[in-house]
């Protein structure tokens, strides 16, 4: 079981740039959320999913479009970086019903 | 602006103390969870405690929740050097992935 996985792990962009981050997961949970982490703070939702098909808007999702067409895969665009999304950006999981989400290790992502 | 928020920002004890770290929160919740955070690494879930219980024991953790003051505590009983790390607390409204995290408090435990 390799739980939630994230690519790549690290990622730098020139301003104006579009690319794709990668979540998959195989625990078959319903639920996925995307989150940023700037320096010294807390994680904030992007954009989550609870089913296939099934996506809606977090604390600070613009300029970042999601889809879910499978329970597995979770993607996150970035449609033209700007430095203000430099960040880590983690993944996760987590079943219905249950409030643990399960974490992935993460992309670090500069926009230069 | 997040929904919780750690106090202290950090926290420096030596290997043996107990470590005690405070979340506030701003609306009412369904359950509080605590993370750690190892540095560069995800967050990995500590505990849950749900808003109709008061305290929750886990191993050397111990929280506490006062849902009329709106805050949770976090106690880690004789700290080990491998409890270095962030902890985060994080509120529900609801269970569909959407928790709010909030700053965190940054532990270090000196051997």
């Known amino acids: 079981n390799a739980g939630v996985t994230q690519t790549p792990k690290f990622q730098v962009l020139k301003t104006g740039q579009s690319m794709t981050l990668q979540c998959a997961q195989d625990m078959n949970h319903e639920y996925m959320s995307w989150y940023r982490q700037d320096p010294g703070m807390g994680l904030r939702l992007i954009h989550y999913?609870?089913?296939?098909?099934?996506?809606d808007q977090g604390e600070v999702p613009n300029g970042y479009n999601v889809s879910r067409s499978t329970t597995e895969d979770f993607p996150l665009r970035l449609l033209s970086a700007a430095p203000s999304q430099t960040s880590v950006y983690f993944c996760?999981?987590?079943?219905?019903?249950?409030?643990?989400?399960?974490f992935g290790p993460g992309t670090r992502l500069t926009v230069l | 602006s997040q929904q919780g928020e750690e106090d202290p920002q950090a926290l420096s004890i030596q290997e043996g103390e107990n470590a005690t770290m405070n979340c506030s929160y701003k609306?009412?919740?369904?359950?509080l969870q605590w993370y750690r955070q190892n540095s560069g690494r995800g967050l990995v879930h500590l505990i849950l405690?749900?808003?109709?219980?008061r305290e929750k024991h886990s191993g050397r953790l111990r929280v506490t929740l006062d849902t009329s003051k709106k805050s949770s505590s976090l106690l880690i009983t004789a700290s080990r050097a491998a409890d270095t790390a962030s902890y985060f607390c994080?509120?529900?409204?609801?269970?569909?992935?959407?928790?709010?995290f909030g700053d965190g408090t940054t532990l270090t435990v000196k051997p």
């Open positions: 405690i749900r808003s109709n219980e």
């Open positions: 609306t009412s919740i369904n359950n």
């Open positions: 999913s609870v089913g296939a098909g099934i996506t």
């Open positions: 996760a999981a987590q079943r219905e019903g249950y409030n643990e989400q399960f």
């Open positions: 994080a509120t529900d409204r609801g269970n569909a992935g959407k928790s709010t």
